[in-house]
C-alpha cells in the first residue's frame, strides 16, 4: 500500500490569496489525482497529475484555477488561485498503485476561505 | 462509467451485520464494482472489489447477483470504528483511479 502525506492539513486563507497544497508519497506511483470535496458533498476528481506533461482536468475546472505540478514520480501540488469562499473545501490527494487500480488517498487539506 | 444508487442512510447495531445495498443496473460487462469507505475527516479507504464472483476479504464480504446489476456489502460484525459513508463505485479496471463518487450511505453503527 501506499502512504500519502499532505502539507497543510487545513489553512484558514483570505480571499484572492492562493493556496499551494503538497501531496507526497512513499513509493513511485504512475498516477496522481487531485479531489475536492465541498461541505457535506461527495468527492470530485478535479485533475489527473500526469508525470512530465501537463495535467488533464475534468469539465468544470481550469488550469488557472487550480495549476498542478508533478516534478516526478512521487510529488505533486495543487494551487488554488485567487480564492474565494466557494473555494472553501477539503482537497484529497490520490494514487492508484499496482494493477487492481486500488486508490490511496491521502488525509485531505481543509480549506477554509474568509 | 455507469451509476450507482444507494439509500442515503442506515443505522446498525454494533457486533449485527451491516448489509448496504448498492443498484448499478446500467453496469457494462468489463466494469468491476468497488467500495470505498470515508470515516469522518479521513479520506476515502478501499474496502473490496468485484468483477461478477463473490468476494471476501479481512474486512467485508462482496455479494454480487448473477445478472451483476446490483451488489450487497456485508460487514459482518459492525463495530462503532465503521460508522462511515460507504460508497459504491463501478469503474474498469486499468482506467486508473479516476473514481467518480456518488452520495453514499451514511452507515451509523449504535450501541
Known amino acids: 500500500s501506499a502512504v500519502i502525506s499532505q502539507k497543510p492539513s487545513r489553512d484558514i486563507c483570505q480571499r484572492g490569496t492562493s493556496l499551494t497544497i503538497q501531496c507526497q508519497v512513499d513509493?513511485?506511483?504512475?498516477?496522481m489525482f487531485w479531489y475536492r470535496q465541498q461541505p457535506g458533498q461527495s468527492l470530485t476528481l478535479i485533475a489527473t497529475?500526469?508525470?512530465?506533461?501537463?495535467?488533464?482536468?475534468e469539465s468544470g475546472f481550469v488550469i488557472d484555477k487550480f495549476p498542478i505540478s508533478r516534478p516526478n514520480l512521487t510529488f505533486s501540488t495543487l494551487t488554488v488561485s485567487n480564492m474565494s469562499p466557494e473555494d472553501s473545501s477539503i482537497y484529497l490527494c490520490?494514487?492508484?498503485?499496482?494493477?487492481?487500480?486500488?486508490?490511496?488517498f491521502g488525509q485531505g487539506t481543509r480549506l477554509t476561505v474568509v | 462509467d455507469a451509476k450507482t444508487t444507494q439509500p442515503p442512510s442506515m443505522d446498525c447495531a454494533e457486533g449485527r451485520a451491516a448489509n448496504l445495498p448498492c443498484n448499478h443496473s446500467?453496469?457494462?460487462?468489463?466494469?468491476?464494482v468497488y467500495w470505498y469507505r470515508q470515516i469522518h475527516s479521513q479520506g476515502p479507504q478501499y474496502i473490496i472489489h468485484?468483477?461478477?464472483n463473490n468476494e471476501t476479504n479481512e474486512m467485508a464480504s462482496l455479494i454480487i447477483t448473477e445478472d451483476r446489476k446490483s451488489s450487497t456489502l456485508i460487514l459482518p460484525h459492525a463495530t462503532l470504528r465503521d460508522t462511515a459513508v460507504y460508497y459504491c463505485?463501478?469503474?474498469?479496471?486499468?482506467?486508473?483511479?479516476?473514481?467518480?463518487f456518488g452520495t453514499g450511505t451514511r452507515l451509523q453503527v449504535t450501541l
Open positions: 463505485i463501478v469503474q474498469r479496471t486499468g482506467t486508473a483511479s479516476k473514481l467518480t
Open positions: 490520490s494514487v492508484e498503485q499496482g494493477g487492481d487500480a486500488e486508490a490511496f
Open positions: 513509493s513511485q506511483v504512475t498516477m
Open positions: 468485484g468483477l461478477k
Open positions: 446500467t453496469i457494462s460487462g468489463n466494469e468491476y
Open positions: 497529475a500526469n508525470q512530465g506533461s501537463e495535467a488533464t482536468y
